[in-house]
């Protein structure tokens, strides 16, 4: 099985690595995050803030470069972003007072979610979407997801070395904890000159003519952006970080023993996207979209029914395979039925919602997590993200990307 698809140019291969190491990092640190800000003290009202302070920042820039990108340039915007990840690694490693580290969260590109939403996001899949043909584009961004399931899945199974350097060192948790910070703005430091050096500035100007804002697509663009609100919300009720908590205070795992579910998890995910691309070929973009989505809903809404862990790790390994396979269809689905020239706006269009809306959930999340551990979030997350399915499927299974037709 081949991680970057055949139809990837050699000049685009650098977005691959890129998100391999980012993946690896937020990986770990989706996990790592509640603990940390619980060692500081923090209660889960404040770590629902912060979460929710990530993927707000994350909406704002998001937008941002969707629209400056023409101005700038996406690879020169990228190579911002990395700066920022390493400033946003030191922050979270030196400073450990609530207001601050709201203000680092907003700003910084930290993931606490086990898929990305960051502003490299828009600009990766503008760029990767440009470089290839359009019977390649879904198994390419199948690749894609690929590699960052697998290195977020190695980025779990880190989750334990905070605990491996406290026995090792004797230094306290909450030191070791930092030390997982400081190596996120490592791999960004790493990133930065992967981008600096084997991303051609010839990709930024390549198959689709002058970028433009949203012209003859606006409609179809806005309808997509709207109904992937509905599945953000849920989303980022169950977001990886508060998920962690849930299992952590609901069945008092400690973080190795988190971080290997989150491995086998991460790697049944990762397993998930190339077979997506396949079952794409076969039954279309949004029919793959909507028959893998809603049986996972369903292991979703019945996890906090779970009698015990072994049930409730069954549930979530299902939902691993089953809910992440509309990731590299969704993106393929979304740069297909939009020219060529509104494919950076399309992208920050489609995701900035789904940034803004993911960000309610966590604070909401952690408001129902400090009144009840039953995990009532699980349940309405589940609910919500069946009903976009089925509007997906109402509003779009007509309308179908060039391949299909």
Known sequence: ???????????????????????????????LLPAYLTALGFTGFEVGALTTATLLGSAALTLAVGFVSERFGRRTLLIVATLLMIG???????????????????IGTLNPSSGDVSLFLPLEQALLAGAVKDEDRTAAFAGYALVGGLAGAAGALATGAPELLQRLTRVPLDTALQAMFAFYALLGLVTYHLYRRRLPASLDHGRGGPRVPLGPSRRVVLTLAGIFCIDAFAGG???QSLLALWLYEHFGLSLAAAGA????????????YPTAALLARRIGLVNTMVFTHLPANGCLAALPFAPGLGVAVVLLFVRAFLSQMDVPTRTSYVMAVVTPP??????SITLLPRSLAAAA????????????AFGWALVLAGGLKAAYDLIMLFLFRRHRPPEER
Do not use: C, K
């Open 1 to 31: 099985m081949r991680i970057v698809p055949a139809g990837v140019p050699r000049e685009a291969r650098a977005l691959f690595w890129g998100r391999g190491l980012r993946a690896f990092g937020d990986g770990y640190v989706s996990l």
């Open 88 to 106: 946003t690694g030191l922050g979270f490693t030196l400073v450990t007072d609530f207001w601050p580290l709201l203000a680092i969260a907003f």
């Open 361 to 372: 959930g966590p604070l909401v999340a952690g408001s129902l997590l400090s009144m009840a």
């Open 261 to 272: 579910i989150f491995f086998w998890s991460g790697l049944l995910q990762a397993m998930s």
């Open 237 to 239: 009720l169950v977001i």
């Open 342 to 347: 509104e494919r950076a706006a399309a992208a």
